[in-house]
Structure formats: C-alpha cells, structure tokens
C-alpha cells in the first residue's frame, strides 16, 4: 500500500524499491525518470520526445520534470536536454538479497564441509566425554568414535535425513543395545531399561507392597500408572554424556527419582519412613547366633568375642564379608570329626536267618558270620539306593522307612517273605556294586529322581573300587579272618570285617559326598513315588539333626529349598546389587563408629537360633539400626541426604525376590505385633 | 551552541531573534544528525540480522536432523 506523500515533501517520480537497480544520479537528488534496466544498464533517456506540431518540433517534457523547456526541441526534432548516463546502483533490497544468499550458501557450504569429512567427529560432538568412555574411544579411528555408542556414526547425513522424515524407521539399532554390549555384566540385559531393572512382574509386586503402606510410607504414591506404563527408559534418560571428562555419569537428582515417586521428599530425617528390619531383614542362612556365642560360648572358652575375627573388609572397603568358617573350626571342628570318626555305614550285611540264605535267589551271596537270627541295620544310604528296587518296597510298607530286621518276626511267614524280598534286593545291589563299582550307584540315584542333578550324582558315588567291593564281600563269604581293611591311604572308603560293614570316611567340614547326600534327600522328597518320598522324608529327618553325622544340620540350614553351604556373604561380591547401599569404609572413618557395636548392638532379648528350626532365616540377633542413627549425618548440609547416597537405581532383583521381600515383610510385621501384644499383655 | 547562547547579550532585539532562530535551525540539525546515525545503525543491524536468521534456520535444520539421529533413544 502506497505511504501517500508527505507535506513537503518534494515530488519524486523514483519510488522503485522492489526493482533490484536504482540510477546513479538518485543520490543527487537527480535521478532519470525511466532508471536503469533489470540487468542494471542506464538507458540514458531524454527528458521528453519533442513532438511535431504544425511542421514545428514542439517540448513535451512533463510538468513533473519543470514542463516544457525554454530551448525546445533542436530542428532535428531532438530534446536539448540530454543527461549524462549513469553508473546504477543496486537498491538496499537487492543488496540484503546477495548478503542473505551468500551467509546461506557460506553456511551451507560450512556445514557439508564438516558433514563430509572426518572432521564432524570432533566438530559435531556436543562436549567431551567422561573420563571412563573416552578411554574406550583411545586409538579409535577418528570415523569410528561416534559409531562406537551412535549407529548414526556410521551412516551419512542423507541417511539421517532419511531417518527423520520416517521418524527413526531408518537406523534401527537402539542406542541401548550399544550401551549393553559392554554393560551386559553390571546389569541383568533382559530389564535393562525397564524401571530399576526389574522384571515387570516384580515391580508390581513391589509398587503393590509400597502402596500398602499408604499411611506411613511417603513412597506411597509411587506412580503405579507410570510404573506399569513406562515400558523403556532409554539409557540417555538419566545418564547425561558428553559433560566432560569428570562429569558423574551415574548421579541422579531427587527430582529424578520423584518422576516416579511424586511424594515430595524434602529431608531424610522429616521424610523418610522408619527403618524397619535394615539390616538384617534378610537374615542368616546359618544358624550362627551372636548374642548366644559372645554371651556364652565364648565366654566358656574364656575368649574374647571380637568381630574383627570372623568379619573382614572387602577389598573395596564397601563391605564387611563373612570369613568362612576357618574362625569356626576351632570349636567345632573338634566335634564334627568325632561324629564321623567311626565313619558312615554305606553298605552293610545285617545277619539273618541261615535258612532264608538257601531259599534266596542268589544263595551263598551273604557273609557265613552273619546267618544266625535277624538282626542288625540297613543304613540309610542302602535304604535310599534299594528304594530304586521294587523288592524293597515290601519291607517299607510293611515296616515302615525306619525298618530294620530286628522287626521280622522268624515266626510269621509274611515278614519272613519280606525279608527274603529284602535279600535279594540287597544282594542284587551289592552284585552290581562289584560290578560297575560307582556307577551302579549313579544309575540308581538316576532312577529314584530326575531332578537331582548330575554334579550331585558324581559327587556322591565318589570313586568306589567295584573290583575292591568284590574282594571285599569274596572274603566275607568265604569267612575269612576279619581285619579292618582301606584300599589305599587316600581312598575314603574302607571295610568292616566285624559287622560287615562298607564305611565311608567324611573328610570332616565341607565333605562332598554328605553335602550331596543332603541335596539328593531334598530332591527325592519331591518324588513322584509315594514309597520313596516317604522314606525320604523319614532319612531326611534324621539327617537335619543337628547330632547327625557330620553335625552339618546343627548349623546350614538344609531345610531351605536351596541348601546353603556357603554363607551368602562370604561369597558377596561388590556387585549384589539391592537397593539399599551401604558403604562402611566412609563411615568407619569416624573413631566412634570403628567399634562395631556402636551401630550393631546385641539384642539381649533374641532367642536362641536353635530355637527357630522352622524359619529358613535366622535372626543375626542384633537390634535393627533406627533412622536417627543416621539422620543425624544424613542431612542436606552435611553427609547429604539424596536418594541416591543410600539406594540404587539399577538392582539385581531376580524373579521370586520381590514376593520373598514381601513374605519377609509379612513375617516382620506378624513378629512386632506379636511384640506388642505380648508388652500390652505384661 | 554555547558560543551562541554568549553572544545573547550584545545582540538588538532583531538580532537576538535571527540568533534564536539560528539556534532552533542548529538543534535540530543535530537532532536529525543523531536520528540518521541511529537509525544507520538499525538498518544495519536489520541488514546482517536478516542475512544471519537465514543461516541460522539452516543450522537449527541441521541441527533438527542430527539431534534426531543421535537422540540416544530418548524420544
């Protein structure tokens, strides 16, 4: 839209500004009515075109350019006013044009430069890398250091394009998947980017759990939408690269954390629930008490109960670990090797009547010493291997799994043919000892449960001599003269001439052969066969006393579903991961807190793990540390109280542990009830 | 303008007019003065401002595109 002139303003016929020329004596003031051409050529114009009136050559020039002159046209019909042709110059317009095209084509020109050559490595990147990935990239070629974590590394620009417009259809390697080949052994890869790295099914446990707790626990509005929504977070989304070499690529903010758990977190000690069973909610899978040892067994021996002994700093100083049980050895080594210094009864000739001999299948095949009357014990390990033969199953229904051939009256034909059944059984087994020698053994453990594991079943057999078996037994028979006899002096198994006994000999703590009798009794306690579950669960009982040989019940735990050989903390690595931490190197630096019982003080009030042989976990018998113990630190000024300075984001929560957290959980608050009921009732 | 103004004194009532008149001619002289170098500026500025926007949406297009293709799975 035309301005419109201004008063005053002197009248112009030069109002071109979309014209890319403009005529050079514009600046005069002076500029030619007609201007120059597209292509900026002054075309030198006349100031009118005299016209011919009545033979006469006559001015026209307009009243804008002063009307008609006082010279008029020359005779030749030509205007006397003639101009100087011009140099044009470009309008501002046409200039900001060229400077708009030229920085776009500079920039574009930059920026394909950068693209194109193996500068973008450096040139794109948007910062230095921590200090722990920029070691990996040393010696990389410079075109391979962003492929090293970006699939777009090793693509072109054209293909991140491509990439855009269908909007990531193009490069389809996920940039965790990267971030995974070298992280595959901190973090279990299958939930890798889910929430905590937790199986979906154990976080709804867990998220459940949480909001149960809606009246005390100020994770009560953990997001349960959310968490059952998010179904990946990428790696990127807390992990911020490209900070610099000392950035900390794994601190999280609180806010982080309250993405997910909206409850406002202000203070550690305002906000933060009441601990309630940390640290020992997990409990020992060995029934070691300490009130019980530092209280009495120690005081007996008149030695001083110092942590130090048993406890030993991990090499990180992150941990207190469990040192074995060589500190253990002292007392009760003594005692489980007098429970096996007699060794155990694997194979065993009872003594029968004379007359079932002859009438047995295999006659003669029973030692001359031992035909006189029943009498005598099948041991419990013969009881389990028979139990593969049915001939056996006669003198276990009858008699019970506790039989023995004491029970067989000589008199009733019944418990005469069962015993005969038992017999051959026993005969039958013991041919095939002298014949496979430990591979009979193996076969029948194969028999009697598929669950029990290979390992198991060659640690159990052990290396038993068929061939020496057969020596063995030959002179029996043959009633020669008795002598305790070992193979060799590193065999394990030896015989008894006397009481025609195979034993074997236990190498005391830790002997394979019992640990893998135990595993083998808590699979065929599952068996399908009645008869052998039964009897199963009788020796089973048997075993789990703590009188037993070996002693082995009186302090693992044998009745859990996995038998735990070794303390779990004796083998913890730095790399459990749950998601509460605690560091006891930082802490022991304050003087106070080098003395162990100022955090973990003895609870006088516990009772005796003995006592509890119906839990699978036993009470540490320590008081559970409070929340001011910690609080008093723990604050914004000082030792900080973030989320993250207690408890992890990534944890190794494997599928079962969240509805065994839960179980815990129960247990505990059906003990402090039962705490208070008992308070209220003195 | 100074010298103008001490001048005032020895001037007739005619003169001191012309003088005034004088001064109120150099004013604004040099209010038209300041006004054409500021707005120099402007158009300057307004000038390279242009040409630079025009290379920084170019930029910010690239920048568009790379960011998609390294966003490292956050989306």
Request: charged share 20%.
């Amino acid at each position: 839209m035309n301005r419109g002139r201004l008063q005053g303003e002197p009248q112009s016929q030069y109002d071109r500004p979309n014209q890319p020329w403009v005529c050079g004596h514009a600046a005069e003031g002076n500029p030619c009515p007609l201007g120059p051409n597209g292509r900026g050529v002054c075309r030198v114009p006349d100031d009118c075109s005299p016209v011919l009136v009545n033979e006469r050559w006559t001015c026209n020039r307009s009243a804008i350019l002063g009307g008609t002159c006082d010279q008029g046209p020359t005779p030749e019909g030509k205007c006397c006013c003639r101009r100087e042709p011009c140099q044009p110059k470009r309008t501002l317009r046409s200039q900001r044009r060229r400077f708009i095209f030229g920085c776009f084509a500079l920039t574009l020109g930059v920026l394909c430069i950068i693209t194109s050559t193996q500068m973008r490595t450096t040139a794109l990147a948007p910062g230095p890398l921590s200090a722990n990935h920029a070691q990996l990239l040393n010696g990389a070629k410079s075109e391979e250091k962003c492929a090293a974590c970006h699939q777009a590394g090793t693509v072109h620009f054209v293909d991140w394009m491509v990439d855009t417009v269908t909007n990531g259809g193009h490069l389809n390697e996920s940039q965790h998947q990267r971030c995974l080949k070298c992280h595959d052994k901190s973090i279990p890869t299958e939930f890798a980017l889910r929430p905590h790295s937790v199986a979906p099914s154990e976080l709804d446990i867990l998220t459940r759990l949480a909001a149960s707790d809606s009246k005390k626990n100020p994770f009560q509005k953990v997001s349960t939408n959310q968490s059952h929504n998010i179904s990946e977070l990428a790696c990127a989304q807390c992990h911020k690269e490209h900070h610099g070499a000392h950035h900390n690529l794994a601190a999280l903010t609180d806010k982080q954390c309250q993405t997910c758990h909206l409850k406002s977190f202000d203070s550690f000690a305002d906000d933060h629930p009441q601990f309630r069973n940390w640290p020992y909610r997990h409990g020992n899978r060995l029934r070691f008490d300490h009130m019980t040892h530092a209280g009495k067994h120690f005081s007996k021996e008149d030695k001083e109960f110092r942590c130090n002994d048993c406890h030993t700093v991990s090499e990180s100083g992150a941990m207190l670990l469990v040192d074995g049980y060589s500190q253990c050895h002292s007392c009760h080594g003594s005692k489980i090797e007098s429970s096996l210094a007699s060794g155990v009864v694997f194979f065993g000739y009872p003594t029968i009547e004379s007359s079932l001999v002859s009438q047995a299948s295999a006659p003669k095949q029973w030692p001359k010493d031992a035909q006189f009357d029943f009498d005598g014990e099948v041991s419990d390990f013969m009881k389990l291997l028979l139990a593969s033969d049915p001939a056996a199953h006669f003198m276990l229904r009858k008699f019970g799994p506790g039989y023995s051939l004491t029970d067989v009256d000589p008199d009733d034909p019944q418990d005469v043919e069962t015993a005969k059944r038992l017999v051959s059984a026993m005969q039958a087994f013991s041919n095939e000892l002298a014949l496979q020698g430990s591979q009979a053994i193996q076969n029948r453990l194969r028999q009697l449960s598929a669950t029990v594991n290979e390992q198991t079943i060659q640690a159990f057999s052990g290396s038993l001599d068929g061939q020496r078996w057969d020596q063995i037994r030959q002179r029996w028979f043959g009633g020669q003269p008795a002598e305790n006899h070992r193979a060799s002096p590193t065999s394990r198994w030896s015989a008894n001439d006397t009481a025609f006994q195979l034993l074997y000999s236990a190498e005391g703590h830790g002997d394979p052969v019992l640990q893998a009798w135990y595993e083998i009794l808590m699979r065929t306690t599952e068996s399908a066969d009645a008869d052998v579950r039964s009897l199963s669960q009788y020796l089973f009982e048997q075993w789990s006393s703590p009188t037993a040989p070996g002693q082995c019940a009186s302090c693992h735990d044998v009745r859990h579903k996995e038998i735990v050989w070794h303390n779990a903390k004796s083998n913890r690595t730095e790399f459990s991961k749950s998601f509460t931490r605690f560091n006891h190197q930082q802490h022991l630096i304050q003087p106070q807190l080098r003395d162990c019982r100022y955090c973990h003080q003895l609870d006088r009030s516990a009772r005796p793990t003995s006592a509890e042989v119906s839990s699978d976990r036993h009470s540490s018998g320590f008081v559970f540390i409070s929340k001011t113990q910690c609080s008093d630190c723990h604050t914004k000024q000082a030792a900080s109280s973030s989320c993250t300075t207690c408890h992890r984001y990534h944890v190794d929560l494997p599928v079962g542990d969240a509805q065994r957290i839960v179980d815990i959980r129960r247990e505990w608050n059906t003990k402090v009830l039962a705490a208070g009921d008992n308070a209220t009732t003195r | 303008m100074a010298e103008l103004s001490s001048l005032q004194r020895y001037l007739s009532n005619e003169e001191r007019r012309i003088s005034d008149q004088f001064f109120r001619l150099i004013r604004k002289k040099d209010d038209l003065d300041y006004h054409w170098a500021l707005q120099g500026k402007l158009k300057l500025w307004l000038f390279a401002h242009i040409g630079l926007t025009y290379s920084l949406v170019l930029v910010a297009i690239y920048h568009a595109v790379m960011a998609h293709a390294f966003h490292g799975g956050l989306r």
